[in-house]
């Protein structure tokens, strides 16, 4: 397909000498918006530590954009044009929202960082208030909506998003919900999101694709879900969402 | 930091250094302006620690072996072309290249704080040991004897530029202060340059900041050669304030900034610059009286603020300010307050 941004084949990764990663196989179109939905422990997070360079991929390629980044280091990635937002947010607790912002404009010159930045406060208003607070400071829902921002501010063409709901009260998700999905529209960037939380995925994706001890094991209609019609498996049991 | 409060904090220091470099001489004895010279030279070590440990997060052992190296290339340079401003040049330029060459391998090379601060401390101390083995004739550069132990004590006094007169003492003074403003302002002025805030995401989380776009080992090196810059323009006017010889490349000398950083306060500026002033004068004052090694008062001052003052003597001096300041708002505001204002969260 001409118009994809993100096409992964055989894509193998692991911690030290665990595998996680068994051959991954996967395309994103510009534009697009794919969930990867799996249980705790599948290889969700370690799929986009991958992607982004975090962690080395022993097989396979990675091409972004026409090109193969598999061998590039993670700024590499990023000053490419991959935004990465991670589980646990992770903002600089000791810069305040607004010098996170900045960071967050790597790789553009000055006037267009600023440029960044204004457009990113007028899409996240909430973000106004609380610029000159110590990130370390803010709530959980404030600081995922910074990582959210920090990450927009290198003005991405593919943002990696590792379960934004995470340790998030439920009014924060849906404002985070309608943010991305006005995000996705108004940008028409593409999105890889990784997520445990059904509605969340469901609503937001284009299409969803299911990931099974290492390998993506189907691809699976976000309407399918909506109603309901979800394979037992994809998702943690009751006794794994209490222990997290 | 925002950068009114910064230009307000460089427009104090200017004040307060230009009060000085005009009244201090006009008070104090010839004795006491050559002192305030080698304070103000290792108060310039300070803020060049400060930047790299405070600022950076890197902590490094042997900020002395660019110091002394800063010293030891402007004593060799000025002898050599007999002009010091070129050696001031070498002053400076040989640390950095010097960091650069060791920055590679300690940030390229991944290796953790741990090892950074100890291969740091083992360069100083082999680069002492080193200084220390060349005596005699035939260890020179050029014209320059490095003298082992006893150093190099005929090193030229710094110049007006380009062989113009010999800087007395006070001039060298008011040198000293103008060198320790600059720095201060260059310290704050790059902590809010991109190249700052970068520094400051590196700190804070390294991954984070290379996912993000940042190349962090460069940056690294980069402050780490910044660094090593400034300590070796310390280094300079140490030398020509005290004679150079290798105990500047000693664990004493390596220690004692570690300690002026620690006491005057991590991530600040002004606190390590005021912090190795006064300790130096603490040291001086135990040094006269006698009975009791300086370096053991060192080192108690030194437990005892890891103990009771982690923070270091600004933040927290800045920090009872605010409280104070809190209190002293809220009574004035507790007769007129609204249901709900006092006890608003406040947050800088």
């Known amino acids: 397909?001409?118009?994809?941004?993100?096409?992964?084949?055989?894509?193998?990764?692991?911690?030290?000498?665990?595998?996680?990663?068994?051959?991954?196989?996967?395309?994103?179109?510009?534009?697009?918006?794919?969930?990867?939905?799996?249980?705790?422990?599948?290889?969700?997070?370690?799929?986009?530590?991958?992607?982004?360079?975090?962690?080395?991929?022993?097989?396979?390629?990675?091409?972004?954009?026409?090109?193969?980044?598999?061998?590039?280091?993670?700024?590499?990635?990023?000053?490419?044009?991959?935004?990465?937002?991670?589980?646990?947010?992770?903002?600089?607790?000791?810069?305040?929202?607004?010098?996170?912002?900045?960071?967050?404009?790597?790789?553009?010159?000055?006037?267009?960082?600023?440029?960044?930045?204004?457009?990113?406060?007028?899409?996240l208003?909430?973000?106004?208030?609380?610029?000159?607070?110590?990130?370390?400071?803010?709530?959980?829902?404030?600081?995922?909506?910074?990582?959210?921002?920090?990450?927009?501010?290198?003005?991405?063409?593919?943002?990696?998003?590792?379960?934004?709901?995470?340790?998030?009260?439920?009014?924060?998700?849906?404002?985070?919900?309608?943010?991305?999905?006005?995000?996705?529209?108004?940008?028409?960037?593409?999105?890889?999101?990784?997520?445990?939380?059904?509605?969340?995925?469901?609503?937001?994706?284009?299409?969803?694709?299911?990931?099974?001890?290492?390998?993506?094991?189907?691809?699976?209609?976000?309407?399918?879900?909506?109603?309901?019609?979800?394979?037992?498996?994809?998702?943690p049991s009751s006794d794994d969402v209490i222990k997290s | 930091m925002n950068r009114p409060l910064m230009l307000v904090q460089i427009g104090l220091a200017m004040a307060v250094g230009l009060a000085t470099m005009v009244l201090f001489p006009l008070v104090a004895p010839l004795y006491g302006v050559i002192n305030a010279t080698l304070y103000t030279s290792m108060a310039i070590f300070a803020l060049s620690l400060a930047l790299l440990w405070g600022f950076a997060g890197i902590l490094c052992f042997g900020q002395s072996a660019f110091f002394g190296l800063g010293a030891y290339a402007y004593a060799i340079a000025a002898i050599n072309f007999g002009d010091t401003t070129i050696a001031c040049a070498f002053a400076i330029l040989v640390p950095v290249l010097f960091a650069a060459a060791l920055g590679y391998f300690l940030f390229y090379g991944r290796l953790s704080d741990v090892y950074l601060g100890v291969i740091t401390l083992t360069v100083t101390l082999i680069l002492f040991k080193l200084i220390n083995s060349t005596g005699g004739d035939s260890w020179r550069i050029g014209k320059a004897r490095i003298g082992g132990f006893n150093g190099i004590p005929d090193t030229p006094p710094l110049r007006v530029p380009f062989g113009g007169e010999i800087l007395s003492p006070t001039q060298l003074f008011v040198f000293a202060i103008i060198c320790l403003v600059v720095v201060y302002t260059f310290c704050k002025w790059l902590a809010l340059t991109r190249f700052g805030r970068a520094i400051a995401a590196v700190r804070e989380n390294e991954v984070r900041a290379e996912l993000l776009g940042y190349n962090a080992k460069r940056l690294k090196l980069a402050i780490f050669c910044i660094s090593a810059g400034l300590a070796g323009l310390a280094g300079l006017l140490f030398a020509n304030t005290v004679f150079v010889s290798p105990t500047i490349f000693g664990l004493s000398m390596a220690a004692q900034v570690l300690i002026w950083v620690i006491v005057g306060g991590l991530g600040t500026f002004v606190g390590p610059v005021v912090a190795s002033i006064v300790l130096q004068m603490v040291a001086v004052y135990f040094g006269k009286l006698g009975w009791i090694d300086p370096n053991i008062v060192l080192g108690a001052l030194l437990i005892a603020f890891v103990v009771f003052v982690p923070s270091g003597l600004l933040p927290t001096a800045t920090r009872i300010a605010g409280i104070l300041k809190n209190r002293a708002g809220s009574r004035g505001r507790a007769g007129q307050a609204l249901p709900g204002e006092v006890g608003e969260r406040q947050v800088s």
């Open chain 1, 125 to 235: 208003p909430r973000l106004k208030p609380i610029l000159t607070r110590a990130g370390g400071v803010l709530s959980g829902g404030e600081q995922q909506i910074l990582a959210l921002g920090r990450c927009l501010c290198s003005q991405p063409r593919l943002v990696l998003l590792d379960e934004p709901t995470e340790g998030i009260q439920p009014s924060i998700i849906e404002e985070m919900k309608e943010i991305l999905r006005a995000l996705s529209r108004s940008r028409r960037m593409s999105v890889l999101l990784v997520e445990q939380n059904l509605d969340f995925i469901s609503d937001l994706a284009d299409r969803v694709l299911v990931i099974q001890r290492g390998l993506l094991s189907e691809e699976v209609d976000p309407e399918v879900l909506r109603r309901g019609e979800v394979v037992a498996g994809y998702l």
């Open chain 1, 1 to 123: 397909m001409s118009n994809e941004i993100l096409t992964v084949t055989g894509l193998r990764a692991g911690y030290d000498r665990i595998p996680i990663l068994f051959g991954i196989d996967f395309n994103v179109a510009s534009g697009e918006f794919v969930g990867i939905l799996g249980h705790n422990g599948m290889g969700k997070s370690t799929l986009l530590k991958t992607l982004m360079g975090h962690l080395p991929a022993t097989g396979g390629k990675i091409i972004f954009d026409g090109d193969d980044i598999t061998s590039l280091s993670p700024a590499q990635r990023a000053r490419r044009g991959l935004g990465y937002v991670p589980q646990g947010r992770q903002i600089f607790p000791a810069l305040n929202a607004l010098d996170n912002l900045r960071v967050g404009a790597a790789r553009l010159d000055r006037a267009s960082a600023s440029h960044a930045i204004e457009r990113v406060l007028e899409e």
